[in-house]
């Protein structure tokens, strides 16, 4: 059975740099091909792609956010960790990480997300 | 503005058929990439319903199927049910962005 569950911090205040942790089950980030994304959804609004790592430790990030972003992995752990800079409050949301095998293309398993607000 | 165009909302009768259509460019649907859809049940998290323009992931009922053609690609329901009401998104990859982007979602009634 595949799962996945963020966790980190509810509340960061502004300029603070939030991290998120992804721990996940039933696959394992060494399969050639297997790839872990994190992705956001503000309140009522639209989901946006942040950042993917691959199985051979390539790493991909949404463009508009590309510096503030760090992702990396722990496979020992099953671990994936996302690091978001300088945080602001358009940037309160709920992250969510995700599965996307290469074979699927697509975010084929999704954690429960976590809700992150920012503000003073 | 997401560069994945849905309608914003979308409503039908139970046992209806409905489209949600997935406008996009030549930077990413019409330049071939694939899309996918995803069904978000009020309060959860995203759902892979339709991947690779239109294969279904197993346990998706045959009632979702997906369909791409140029720039844009569609979702179709039939049978409509009450459990179907959800938010509705189309995801692609944009070469322009060197991202993977999301449309604006669709939110889907069932009257």
């Known amino acids: 059975q595949v799962t996945l569950k963020e966790s980190g911090p509810a509340l960061v205040k502004p300029t603070q740099t939030l991290t998120l942790t992804c721990t996940f089950s039933g696959f394992s980030l060494s399969s050639t091909g297997m790839r872990v994304a994190w992705i956001r959804q503000p309140p009522g609004k639209a989901l946006e792609w942040l950042a993917r790592?691959?199985?051979?430790?390539?790493?991909f990030y949404n463009t508009s956010l590309k510096t503030r972003l760090t992702i990396s992995k722990d496979t020992s752990k099953n671990h994936v960790v996302l690091t978001m800079a300088n945080m602001d409050p358009v940037d309160t949301a709920t992250y969510y990480c995700?599965?996307?095998?290469?074979?699927?293309?697509?975010?084929?398993?999704w954690g429960q997300g976590t809700t992150v607000t920012v503000s003073s | 503005q997401s560069v994945l165009t849905q309608p914003p909302s979308v409503s039908g009768a139970p046992g209806q058929r409905v489209t949600i259509s997935c406008t996009g460019s030549?930077?990413?649907?019409?330049?071939?990439?694939?899309v996918h859809w995803y069904q978000q049940l009020p309060g959860t998290a995203p759902q892979l319903l339709i991947y690779?323009?239109?294969n279904r992931p197993s346990g998706v009922p045959d009632r979702f199927s997906g369909s791409k053609s140029g720039s844009s690609a569609s979702l179709a329901i039939t049978g409509l049910q009450a459990e179907d009401e959800a938010d509705y998104y189309c995801?692609?990859?944009?070469?322009?962005?060197?991202?993977?982007?999301f449309g604006g979602g669709t939110k889907l009634t069932v009257l």
């Open positions: 995801q692609s990859y944009d070469s322009s962005l060197g991202a993977w982007v």
């Open positions: 030549s930077s990413n649907i019409g330049a071939r990439y694939d």
């Open positions: 995700a599965r996307t095998p290469m074979v699927i293309g697509g975010f084929d398993m």
């Open positions: 690779h323009n239109t």
């Open positions: 790592i691959d199985w051979n430790d390539d790493k």
